[in-house]
């Protein structure tokens, strides 16, 4: 029988749901938290008193001391960026030598990954860490005899082997797309110091969460990205590379799925999404997209934006392009790993559900509840809400599994009365009623019963359901 038990909190829409923030929460409970998908790709943010702290690839429970962190080997490891990290968390006097261990069975991100996500991601909008590459090498496998993916314990037990295998690679790969030859021995030489340093975090036995558990351990999985962007059930291919949904953290996290609790969904109150694809929410529609991803997301960033609008003056819009961008400025809606604007959208009772049906999500937290108070000053002073969808005028109750459908989608949208909300309130029952009519709406729809709701991004900006 189980001793210990595992669950799993995974993003419900398109990534920034503020995951990290209802980890650092709930970690007080569990023993070990562990990643299981995704790598450098994922910023996931926590405000402290002494300013927001992005954590990309160690598990967002650093401030819960008593924790253990593990990285699964369903991620990538970016070792550069991985020393980095943990040299930015130690600066911070949080003690990580036997605290964090890193699978050695996950594949390290490699100098022609980040060139060839450089190369062709555009298109899809990618936060350009190699992420696509280093899992299609990892399907790959071989090209011929050369080895396309490298295990973090083959390239700690035969350096000189693993790391010509990757400047061979490199070259490989210059030659294959026609570019210049170019030397990648600098980057290799960094990579070297990062894996030194990272050595000894690194978990040779494959066993070790699975022994933790069955000795009693309670892990909680930390998904990264979201739903939405998986890459099998996502809009493929405006997703990432990795699986996201819960199931993956019995794949990616290194534990066997009979120790699985619940399932935990993290969602935000006004939706946001950064890259191309398929958004059926979003203010402003095609004509955001295209704004917001113009070069790659860097024309309109935040500094432009400040420089540019008036969120009073754009919240009456008549536009809601332009009432998009308010909100966007007012809920600091910008990439928090490549400071891009995020698209933003009305909250989509119908993609929710389906997120929700689909992943089996026993419970809900949905943060940014407090900027829904920004539609006080649109022009009807109303929160519009999404609540079914149709596809060539018939009713669906699911997100379709085709870009062409899904872009043909058109939203219902329904007005729902706005609030004020007073952030010291700790108590579910005192919420402002129009708020609690809302969630009790998301509950009977969704069938899930809330864990909580987010009031606001410092820490304990948070209301619990008893
Ligand atoms: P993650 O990737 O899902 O962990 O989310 P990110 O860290 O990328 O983005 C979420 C952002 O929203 C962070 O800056 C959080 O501090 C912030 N945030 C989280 N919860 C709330 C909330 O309830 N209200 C507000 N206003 N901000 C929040
Ligand atoms: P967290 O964990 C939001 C998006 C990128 C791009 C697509 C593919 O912080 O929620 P990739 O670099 O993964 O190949 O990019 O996926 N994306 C995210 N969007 N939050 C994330 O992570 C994301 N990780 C990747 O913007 O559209
Ligand atoms: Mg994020």
């Known amino acids: 029988m189980p001793k210990g038990y595992s669950d799993v909190l995974i993003g419900l ?48 429970s650093i401030f ?38 890193i699978s050695d069975q996950a594949p390290v991100i490699q100098p022609h990954h980040i060139l060839m996500d450089e190369l062709m991601g ?38 000189k082997t693993f790391f010509a295998q990757m400047k061979n690679n490199f070259i490989e790969t210059l030659n294959k797309h026609d570019l210049p030859a170019r030397d ?7 990579m070297q110091t990062a894996l030194d340093f990272i050595t000894p975090f690194v978990q040779r036995d494959t066993l070790w969460l699975q022994k933790k558990v069955a000795k009693g351990a309670k892990v909680l999985f930390e998904g990264a990205q979201s739903v939405m962007l998986d890459v099998t059930k996502g809009c493929v291919p405006f997703v990432t590379s990795s699986s996201t949904v819960a199931g993956a953290a019995y794949v990616g996290g290194d534990l066997s799925p009979n ?8 969602a935000k109150a006004i939706m946001s999404r950064v890259g191309f694809g398929p958004f059926a929410s979003e203010f402003g529609g095609l004509e955001s997209e295209n704004y917001c991803m113009e070069e790659g997301g860097n024309s309109h960033n935040r500094d432009y934006e400040e420089r540019t609008y008036d969120t009073t003056a754009y919240l009456q819009s008549e536009n ?11 809920g600091r809606e910008y990439g928090t790993v490549t400071r891009r604007p995020r698209r933003v959208g009305m909250l989509d009772l119908v993609q929710l559900t389906h997120a929700i049906r689909g992943n089996g999500v026993d419970l809900l ?25 149709k596809l060539n005028d018939e009713k669906i109750d699911y997100v379709p599994g085709s870009n062409v459908s899904y872009r043909k989608v058109e939203p219902v949208v329904e007005k729902r009365d706005c609030f004020t ?21 998301i509950e009977k729809k969704a069938k899930c019963k809330f864990l909580g709701i987010g009031t606001g991004p410092q820490r304990d900006g948070f209301v619990l359901k008893g």
Request: charge should be negative.
């Open 122 to 159: 555009g298109e899809i909008g990618t936060t350009k860490n190699g992420i696509g590459p280093a899992y299609s090498d990892k399907a790959l496998r071989m090209e011929g005899k050369r080895l396309l993916t490298i295990k973090l314990g083959d390239l700690l037990d035969d350096p």
């Open 184 to 190: 990648c021995e600098l980057t290799l030489q960094h």
């Open 64 to 101: 819960q001391t008593h924790t253990l962190l593990y990285i699964g080997s369903g991620c990538v490891v970016n070792l550069e960026k991985l020393q980095k990290e943990v040299e930015k968390i130690s600066a911070m006097k949080i003690e990580m030598k036997d605290r964090l261990f």
């Open 421 to 441: 909300l007073d952030t010291t309130i700790t108590e579910w029952e005192k919420l402002p009623p129009p708020l609690l009519t809302l969630l009790t709406e």
């Open 365 to 389: 937290f949905l943060t940014k509840c407090d900027l829904l108070q920004d539609f006080n000053k649109t022009k009807d002073g109303t929160i519009p809400l999404v609540t079914g969808y």
């Open 259 to 266: 120790y699985h609790r619940k399932t935990i969904g993290v």
């Open 320 to 330: 809601p392009f332009e009432v998009g961008i308010a909100l966007r400025m007012l």
């Open 13 to 60: 829409q398109y990534g920034d749901e503020g995951k990290a923030k209802v980890i650092d929460l709930l970690a007080k409970d569990y023993d070990i938290v562990a990643r299981f998908n995704g790598g450098a790709n994922a910023g996931h943010s926590i405000e402290t008193d002494q300013g927001s702290i992005s954590l990309n690839q160690v598990p967002s």
